[in-house]
């Protein structure tokens, strides 16, 4: 695995002038920040080695070079997922490339289901916290040193400091925005009833099928992690509501302008 990120991360390399400290990863329906980043490189996931190639309407499949406002980025524009059959080595594969690369900052986006009753389709759910609750964990096997310790703290998996920042550039410019614990799922299926309730009385308060595994090898890495959900459908006891990928789609794209805008002033300001 050693050798596949080092070859990944030579060739990306080889294809930008510039190598960012900050990486960003955009999940269903929430690539409207990449028409913000300026002096654009953009490298298909095809053509890149070793890299898995996304099977999921809605995310693109490329890396993406530039600017966002006068800072230097590097976005994931499509994710990979663990239901789509990839092991969890192969689903992070890009977070290991990142580090090799010298990312020092991750902020990552997605859309989830929302257990918590305050919350609303549409909202923004800066995630504090997360269960994880998928089969594989991302870490299983061997460790190898160089990419971080055999137990690694999880006491603090999302940043104190870019939350509470995030947290100011959103009363300030009166976008309303919620805290809460995002829980991982496998997927695909969306949640029943009773998973909701579930989810809810272990402390979630919305549930999705990413990010958790990209956040926990991160922090493996040493790699300072942001993350929001876009509440794209609810799962509040009562009001249960059916949901279809389009449906997701439609609701986080909604959201997108709003949660654009927080993570381009915070990306900009830290």
Known sequence: MIEQIKETA??????????????????????????HITDKTEIPYTEIPH???????????????GKLG???VMAMQGRFHYYEGYDMKQVTF???VMK????????????????????????????RDHINLFP??????????????????MSEAYSHRLIAKALEIAEKNHIKVQQGVYVGT???????????????IIGGDAVGMSTVPE???????????????????????????????????????????KMTFIMKELVEQF
């Open 51 to 65: 890299f898995p190639v996304s099977t999921v309407e809605g995310h693109q499949g490329k890396l993406i070079f």
């Open 136 to 153: 594989e964990h991302p870490l299983h096997g061997r460790n190898h040193n160089e990419l971080g310790v055999r137990f690694p703290d």
């Open 186 to 200: 496998q997927g695909p299926t969306f949640e029943t009833p009773a998973e909701y309730r579930y989810f809810r």
């Open 94 to 96: 890009p977070v290991r």
């Open 215 to 257: 956040v926990i090898v991160a922090r493996h890495a040493g790699i300072e992690v942001f993350a929001v959900s876009v509440i794209t459908d609810l799962g509040v006891e009562g009001i249960v509501e059916k949901c279809s990928h389009e449906e997701v789609q439609k609701a986080a794209a909604a959201a997108q302008p």
């Open 10 to 35: 030579a060739y990306i390399a080889s294809k930008v002038q510039v190598l960012p400290k900050t990486a960003i990863i955009l999940g269903t329906g929430l690539g409207e920040l990449v028409n």
């Open 70 to 72: 006068k800072k230097d």
């Open 100 to 127: 090799e690369l010298g990312i020092e900052h991750l902020f990552v986006s997605n859309a989830a289901g929302g257990m918590n009753p305050d919350f609303a389709i549409g909202d923004i759910m800066i995630i």
